[in-house]
T-cell receptor, first 117, second 111 residues
Framework: DTAVSQTPKYLVTQMGNDKSIKCEQN?????MYWYKQDSKKFLKIMFS???????INETVPNRFSPKSPDKAHLNLHINSLELGDSAVYFC????????????????FGPGTRLTVL | SQQGEEDPQALSIQEGENATMNCSYK?????LQWYRQNSGRGLVHLIL?????REKHSGRLRVTLDTSKKSSSLLITASRAADTASYFC???????????FGAGTTVTVRA
């Protein structure tokens, strides 16, 4: 069974469009994350939710809006896509997102490769 | 900005050899984690070492942590072709609620 799943795996779209990426975890974890990995493999945290509450909101354009309908799901909606948004987006989850916890080992989804043309 | 910086950026070794990569960081940490990423896949957690630990083993992996030098190393012994991947260190800073990842070390194991 897939622990952290994301859909779609690939997303190719035109500049200016709006798109969503969905993420689900079946691990019973309290905390979920969105990361962006650029072409140089640098992984940057974007958002984190703990029990549906936003706890990390890094400096990300407000065109990006996360939504957590329940603690097993964290979706990412992107408005007015730009060329620079092209990257691989990873969803992850951890049992506890509190800094210093022994349980913040993170489980990653397979990634969504977004290409903006 | 990045907290962890891996060194070297890339490493190519023969199957059976050991691979060592290092991670340096800037601020006090609660723990440091190592992850592996195979090409086109998500990251997989390998090992977590707490700030009060100095060494940890998991199978063919050995991780050390020197908090006085703010550095960690990951050793993969008796490497296999399947170890070909990128390896990332991630730090859980003492005053933060997130993991900060380095840019990774790309390891290629030649058969």
């Amino acid at each position: 069974d897939t622990a952290v799943s994301q859909t779609p795996k690939y997303l190719v779209t035109q500049m200016g469009n709006d798109k969503s990426i969905k993420c689900e975890q079946n691990l019973g974890h309290d905390t979920m994350y969105w990361y962006k990995q650029d072409s140089k493999k640098f992984l940057k945290i974007m958002f984190s939710y703990n029990n549906k509450e936003l706890i990390i909101n890094e400096t990300v354009p407000n065109r990006f809006s996360p939504k957590s309908p329940d603690k097993a799901h964290l979706n990412l909606h992107i408005n007015s896509l730009e060329l620079g948004d092209s990257a691989v987006y990873f969803c992850a989850s951890s049992q506890d997102g509190t800094g210093g916890s022994l349980y913040n080992e993170q489980f990653f989804g397979p990634g969504t490769r977004l290409t903006v043309l | 900005s990045q907290q962890g910086e891996e060194d070297p950026q890339a490493l190519s070794i023969q199957e059976g050899e050991n691979a060592t990569m290092n991670c340096s960081y800037k601020t006090s940490i609660n723990n440091l984690q190592w992850y592996r990423q195979n090409s086109g896949r998500g990251l997989v957690h390998l090992i977590l070492i707490r700030s009060n630990e100095r060494e940890k083993h998991s199978g063919r992996l050995r991780v050390t942590l020197d908090t006085s030098k703010k550095s960690s190393s990951l050793l993969i012994t008796a490497s296999r072709a399947a170890d070909t991947a990128s390896y990332f260190c991630a730090t859980d800073a003492a005053d933060d609620y997130k993991l900060s990842f380095g840019a990774g070390t790309t390891v290629t194991v030649r058969a």
